[in-house]
């Protein structure tokens, strides 16, 4: 199976600011990976596909970069609602897998 | 507007079975993969499973194959999962997804329900 580490597991930012999440592959997953915001009580929401497709409707703020084993989510200015949890996801093979989850919290 | 609806989730005891199934609207429901993710409260997403636009071929993961079941009724817009021989571990919140097909591939999960709680305990 596919594993995925996520780091930072936790990170307080103010608004503002520029986040990096990344997402690291067990193996070369290509460009198979999704990346997704999800707020406390709610299901996740697609922000990013093929790595660094960026879903409609969401801000452009948002970026995804990386192929093969490493991924990067950024967020260029941080705001308010973009406090939850992200979570990298592979599409290379099955079974699919997830990563670990990014908190975030706004400071 | 794109809708997925889950129901069917309740309080089980632990070896007993439960089905689940997904009301889909607002899209193309037979062009698209449908899959099962799981959370427990507190604690990330596991994806549970895929069905195929046809129904005709269903991925697993480790930890329900030989015990869970999905299928679909794409006349009625609907996808199902049947839970078996069910564990305390299988206590969680389920999702459907909706898996675009992107160049006769899946992709991501673009569109979710809003999660059904299942808890198995004695």
């Known amino acids: 199976d596919i594993r995925l580490t996520q780091s930072p597991s936790f990170l307080s930012a103010s608004v503002g600011d520029r986040v990096t999440i990344t997402c690291r592959a067990s193996?070369?997953?290509?460009?198979?990976v999704a990346w997704y915001q999800q707020e406390p009580g709610k299901a996740p929401k697609l922000l990013i596909y093929l790595a660094s497709t960026l879903q409609s409707g969401v801000p452009s703020r948002f970026s995804g970069s990386g192929s093969g084993t490493e991924f990067t989510l950024t967020i260029s200015s941080l705001q308010p609602e973009d406090f939850g949890t992200y979570y990298c996801q592979q599409f290379n093979s099955y079974p699919l897998t997830f990563g670990g989850g990014s908190r975030v919290v706004i400071k | 507007q794109v809708q997925l609806v889950e129901s069917g989730g309740g309080l089980v005891k632990p070896g007993e079975s439960l089905r689940l199934s997904c009301a889909a609207s607002g899209f193309i429901f037979s062009d698209s993969y449908m899959n099962w993710v799981r959370q427990i409260p507190g604690k990330g997403l596991e994806w549970v499973s895929y069905i195929s636009t046809s129904g005709t071929s269903m991925f697993y993961a480790d930890s329900v194959r030989g015990r869970f079941t999905t299928s679909r009724d794409n006349a009625k817009n609907s996808v199902f999962l049947q839970m078996n021989s069910l564990r305390a571990e299988d206590t969680a919140i389920y999702y459907c997804a909706r898996g675009p097909k992107y160049f006769g591939r899946l992709y991501s999960f673009d569109y979710w329900g809003q999660g059904v709680l299942v808890t198995v305990s004695s």
């Open positions: 193996q070369d997953i290509s460009s198979h």
